[in-house]
Each structure stands twice: as C-alpha cells, then as structure tokens.
C-alpha cells in the first residue's frame, strides 16, 4: 500500500494523538500504534485504517456502538475520526498478552475456560445490543491483560458477519481453552493453534474425548455451538449459562440423568432471556508468565474488556473523550496472520536521568565542547547543549573525527525501546550506539566508545527538529545519541540538542 498516505512516528493526530511506536500491522491497511493523548498524559492505543472514507465505515460504526455501550468487559473508546485519507480510532493502551500465546503452551483448567469465555460473551452481547457484530473471535483477538480484565479487541462489522456467526466462534474459542486446537467448522484466518482432530464426518471430537478432566456437561454444550443443525443462545445467555457451569465446575447438578444428547437452550430452559451478570466477586486473573517460561499460572480469571471494538463510558473512562459519535462517521479492518498479531506488551517507560547521567564524546575532537551537556535532560526546551561551529557538515573534515556524541547512563542495562532527540533546527545526521561499560572520560575513552559499541539504530537524516530513533530490543546500559552530521547553521554548520528522552522497557 504504498501509495496509500499513512501515519509515521512523531506524527500528531487530531492535534493531541503522538504516535510513538508502530505496533502491528505489516502494511499501510491496517496499523496498531502506540501513542500519547498529549492532552492528557497517557498511552493510548490508535488502531488506523487506510483509506478512510466509504472503507472504513462498518469498523466506525462499531466504535460508534462500543463507546455507547456500557458492560464491565470493554476497554474505553477514546476518539474516533475519519480524515479520508485514513481513519483512526483512539482506545485505552493495554499491557498483556493474547489468550493464543497461553494456549500454545497448553489449555485452560474447565473452571478458567468457561469463566474467560463468559467475560468474552459479555463484550459480544453489548456489540449485539448496539447492532453491531464482532466477525474475529479468536483466541488471537482475545487479550488478557495485567490489570486483570479479558479483552476483546477488533470488532469487524463487516457486511456478512451474523450474531449467530459471533455465538459459533464463542463456542470454537471454548472449545480452544479448553483443547489447546481450534476446530475448524468454525472458518477464520490462521489462529495460531492447530487443527482440532475430527472424526470420519469431520466433525471435532468431543473436548472430553481430546483433554481428559473436561465435564461431560461442558463437552456437550461446546458441541452443540459447534454444531449447526442446532439453534445456538443469544451471547447474553451463553454468558450466564457458561458461569452457572463454572460455579459447578463444568458439571450439571442432574448430570446422572441428563440425556445423551442436549442443545444448550434445553440446558438453560428454553427461551430464557436474561443479561451478562457481572463476575463472580473476589475473581483473580489469569497470571501469564512470559514466554520463555514452560508452565503459565493461572490464578483466576479477568474482568473482561473488548479491545477497540468496544468502550465503555466507566467511572475510569474520560467522558469527554467519548465524542458524539454518529452513525455516518463510520471503518473496516482487515485480518492479520499470527505473525502481525496485535499483543500489547508493557508500554516503554521513560528514563528517570540527570545531570550525572551525560556525558559529550569527542573522538577525534579537542574535547573543548563538553560544556553544558546536562541541559539536554533539565526538561526545558530552551536550553540545550550545542557543538561549535564548523565550516563543513562532516564536522569540517577534521582527519580522524567521524562524529560527536551524547553518553547516557541508564545506571543498568535495560532494553532500549526509542529515544527521542529534540534539536533547535533540522537537517543533521544521527543515530544510537550502545555498550555495556564506560571506557572513561578520556579521549581514549571516546575513541574506544566510538569504535566498539554496537549500533542500535541507524543514522538518518532528520527532516524535523525532533527525531525519534527506535532501538533493537537490545538490553544497554550506556547509549549514545551520535551526530555524524551537522545541520546548517549561521555562518556554518552546528547542532543544539534541546532534550533527550529515553524510552526503556
């Protein structure tokens, strides 16, 4: 999609929306951003879609209807604005992981499963309500977050899509949780999960038959939203119904007699209409233990909330964030593959630095421009450090000096996720180094720093005069903001460096 005009980082939008860091999303179609509401001082999440307009309608009309709707197991809904050439909606920022990630290393205890699902069902019965439709459900599209809340996240709505479509995929992600497969009577894109076994007419065994502890009960009932021949609930009434099982543990009190064969509105008593509860008090979350961990720890389960599909209007949620929507300003996703999942890890953090914490490096150089350096982390764009003034951009061509740097001491190593660099005026060359010891502040030093640290991000050319340089994911102690090219300046070429911040996880 390149010819299609998409965002980049530093870029403001609606005048209050930085993006920071680019997500998900491998093209210009469909992005995840991490940004900032400048306005008010928090992360957000900004899921845009290119273009906007005609495009994009069905996926805005379903943030129109999730920031009306008001259920515990949504995520808030900031902002949502179609510019044309792009539409973007503004939702809280989530720190998790995806309920596929646990489940490649194995299934939910029954108790947990129907417990995450019902929080899922709440989300999709306040979509219904609004007369929207998810159309993703997913193990992939369901977060679990550190904050204790299940997530759904991308509401589809696109034409085609069927509440009766949204209940089927409920139950395929039961049958998930509780299996570690995803059967594939349920159609979607590339769950991450394999195959569930079948039997001779390609039907999925029974959860029961494939993990041993599942609850007939449980078993029968995820078969039967499996199974189109039969009516399945609204997702209101799966919600209650799956938490009555959980109260049991899966079993229903008149299992010893119950018939071989039930439709999950026989187990509720037909034609029951009732709303999501809310979870069980004193319900824990999911413990998700990073990934290089074998085992994950479940230690209950979230209160739900749907990802941008969804918000709620909450006593956490910002009324006047939540925009009058209308009907007409209405966008579409497309679906990723695993490899473009959208997992939300923590949020970078910015550096607590001090005058301590900088240092110039001048290989090559005099060492006589060292002076002042710690107005680059005082947080006042007024100040700042600058270089002298040389007669060629290449600090005039002086044998043996390549550049000239800022040294910052993190205090211990930390994984850089960017840093930003604000300069009085644009035009120079700049990129990071890392190490992880100080050779000295020395000449030798410089020069050792210069030639043994490894680069973190490549030199570019700044167009502005901030730039922001995304790190490797690589764990430094010490990082270098290094100029290999001065701007254009009054009878010369020179830098000022304003601010430095580093962004760290």
């Keep these: 999609m390149s010819s299609v005009e998409v965002p980049s980082v530093g870029d403001l939008l609606a005048e209050r929306y930085r993006l920071e860091e680019h997500v998900g999303g491998a093209d210009g179609h469909r992005q995840l951003w991490r940004g900032v509401d400048v306005l008010l001082h928090r992360s957000v999440a900004v899921v845009l879609r290119s273009p906007g307009g005609d495009d994009a309608a069905p996926t805005m009309t379903a943030a129109v209807a999730a920031s009306r709707a008001h259920v515990d197991s949504m995520v808030d809904v900031y902002d949502a604005v179609d510019e044309g050439r792009f539409a973007y909606v503004v939702r809280e920022w989530v720190n998790g992981s995806s309920l596929r990630h646990v489940l490649q290393r194995q299934p939910l205890q029954p108790t947990h499963a129907l417990e995450l699902v019902a929080s899922v069902a709440d989300a999709v019965a306040a979509l219904h309500e609004g007369g929207v439709t998810h159309g993703e459900l997913h193990p992939g599209s369901v977060l679990l977050?550190?904050?204790?809340?299940?997530?759904?996240?991308?509401?589809?709505?696109?034409?085609?899509?069927?509440?009766?479509g949204d209940v089927r995929a409920l139950g395929a992600t039961l049958y998930a949780c509780l299996t570690g497969t995803w059967p594939r009577v349920v159609p979607t894109e590339d769950t991450g999960l394999p195959d569930a076994a079948t039997d001779e007419w390609g039907r999925p065994l029974d959860a029961s038959a494939v993990t041993t502890g599942v609850p007939a009960s449980l078993s029968r009932l995820t078969g039967d939203l499996l199974d189109a021949?039969?009516?399945?609930?609204?997702?209101?009434?799966?919600?209650?119904?799956?938490?009555?099982?959980?109260?049991?543990?899966?079993?229903?009190?008149?299992?010893?007699?119950?018939?071989?064969?039930?439709?999950?509105?026989?187990?509720?008593?037909?034609?029951?209409?009732?709303?999501?509860?809310?979870?069980?008090?004193?319900?824990?979350?999911?413990?998700?233990?990073?990934?290089?961990?074998?085992?994950?720890?479940?230690?209950?389960?979230?209160?739900?909330?749907?990802?941008?599909?969804?918000?709620?209007?909450?006593?956490?949620?910002?009324?006047?964030?939540?925009?009058?929507?209308?009907?007409?300003?209405?966008?579409?996703?497309?679906?990723?593959?695993?490899?473009?999942?959208?997992?939300?890890?923590?949020?970078?953090?910015?550096?607590?630095?001090?005058?301590?914490?900088?240092?110039?490096?001048?290989?090559?150089?005099?060492?006589?421009?060292?002076?002042?350096?710690?107005?680059?982390?005082?947080?006042?764009?007024?100040?700042?450090?600058?270089?002298?003034?040389?007669?060629?951009?290449?600090?005039?061509?002086?044998?043996?000096?390549?550049?000239?740097?800022?040294?910052?001491?993190?205090?211990?190593?930390?994984?850089?996720?960017?840093?930003?660099?604000?300069?009085?005026?644009?035009?120079?060359?700049?990129?990071?180094?890392?190490?992880?010891?100080?050779?000295?502040?020395?000449?030798?030093?410089?020069?050792?720093?210069?030639?043994?640290?490894?680069?973190?991000?490549?030199?570019?050319?700044?167009?502005?005069?901030?730039?922001?340089?995304?790190?490797?994911?690589?764990?430094?102690?010490?990082?270098?903001?290094?100029?290999?090219?001065?701007?254009?300046?009054?009878?010369?070429?020179?830098?000022?460096?304003?601010?430095?911040?580093?962004?760290?996880?």
């Design 229 to 505: 021949a039969e009516a399945p609930p609204s997702a209101a009434e799966l919600a209650v119904e799956l938490r009555e099982l959980a109260e049991t543990g899966g079993h229903h009190v008149d299992d010893a007699k119950a018939p071989s064969k039930r439709g999950p509105l026989e187990v509720m008593g037909a034609g029951a209409s009732v709303k999501p509860e809310v979870p069980p008090a004193g319900m824990k979350r999911l413990a998700i233990i990073a990934a290089a961990c074998a085992a994950v720890i479940f230690t209950g389960v979230v209160t739900s909330a749907l990802v941008w599909g969804g918000g709620e209007d909450g006593p956490d949620s910002t009324s006047e964030d939540s925009l009058g929507l209308t009907g007409d300003d209405v966008v579409t996703e497309d679906s990723e593959s695993p490899a473009d999942e959208e997992t939300e890890v923590a949020a970078p953090t910015e550096a607590d630095l001090g005058s301590g914490d900088v240092r110039v490096i001048d290989p090559g150089g005099d060492r006589t421009e060292l002076e002042g350096v710690d107005a680059v982390v005082d947080g006042n764009a007024s100040t700042g450090w600058s270089t002298d003034t040389y007669n060629a951009p290449e600090f005039g061509n002086i044998s043996g000096k390549d550049g000239m740097g800022i040294l910052v001491d993190l205090g211990e190593e930390m994984e850089v996720a960017s840093v930003r660099v604000q300069m009085t005026s644009a035009g120079g060359t700049i990129g990071l180094l890392g190490g992880a010891e100080d050779p000295g502040d020395s000449s030798e030093g410089d020069q050792s720093i210069a030639e043994n640290y490894s680069v973190l991000a490549e030199p570019v050319e700044d167009t502005d005069t901030n730039i922001e340089l995304q790190g490797r994911g690589e764990a430094t102690r010490y990082v270098v903001v290094w100029v290999t090219k001065l701007p254009p300046s009054s009878g010369g070429y020179k830098i000022t460096i304003s601010d430095i911040n580093v962004f760290v996880r």
């Design 145 to 164: 977050s550190e904050d204790d809340r299940v997530m759904v996240t991308e509401p589809r709505n696109e034409p085609g899509h069927t509440p009766v």
